[in-house]
């Protein structure tokens, strides 16, 4: 395993045929599953760790979310990762850093609930992708929205990356892992799988061709009724990241809630 903190360091280290899984690190079997596709096709696997503080909002988690490094190494390492990239914040950020804005994809849900995350995050992925070169990235369902913004950086700006998305990992009872699940008092961890069984239900409503609304409002009222704060719980076009219409055949169900101090998202996908 070769663990570098910084650009040069990698460069030096001259890879070739990179799988690359970008991480914020506290890695669980969601981040390894994405490690393993990448170890299937590719001889270098790299994982970056970098708590990215551009992507958290002033009010959100960034000083208490999880930092647990020699354990990331060595799961990373057991799932087939090659090197670690693990920069500080002063090596990836000088003053006034340059910032990138992908449009329409970022404008609602995720976008409008966290102002100025999606910037950070395409800067960050571009940065990464410059620095590491990979030949194929390496993403999580889990994250849908991010998916898409992805997928429209990499368009717009043609970086030659290509991109593979992997399926939500989850817990036994339906709960997607996730490293801000470790925030979850035992009482709030029971409650938490609804948010999937009120997915899988809507789900289903569409299909058998309940209207979008109503669909959205039964499972928002089921959540509130359970403890929930909702942000959102809607209908999507997959692609645009916006309201379904009667003509949308590639949907997702998406949500974002919070319980206590701790805001989960998950979504479940379908077409028609
Ligand atoms: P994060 O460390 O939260 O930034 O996540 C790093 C990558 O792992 C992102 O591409 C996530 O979408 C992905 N990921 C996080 N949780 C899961 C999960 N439960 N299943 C699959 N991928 C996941």
Known sequence: MKIVKTVADYRALGLQDVGFVPTMGALHEGHLSLIRAARELHEEVVVSIFVNPTQFAPHEDLSRYPRP?????????????????????????????????????????????RPGHFDGVATVVAKLFLIVQPKTAYFGKKDLQQCAVIQKLVRDLNFPVNLYFCDTVREMDGLAKSSRNVYLSPEEREVAPELYRQLSVAKERVEASMSFAETENQATNELAKQGFVVDYFSVIDRNLFQPANPDTREFAIIVAARIGTTRLIDNVTFDR
Do not use: K, N, Q
């Open 69 to 113: 490094f020699e354990r990331d190494v060595e799961l990373a390492t057991a799932a087939g990762a090659t090197t670690i990239f693990a920069p500080s914040v002063d090596e990836m950020y000088m003053a006034s850093p340059v910032s990138i804005h992908v449009p329409v994809v970022t404008e609602l849900y995720e976008g409008a609930h």
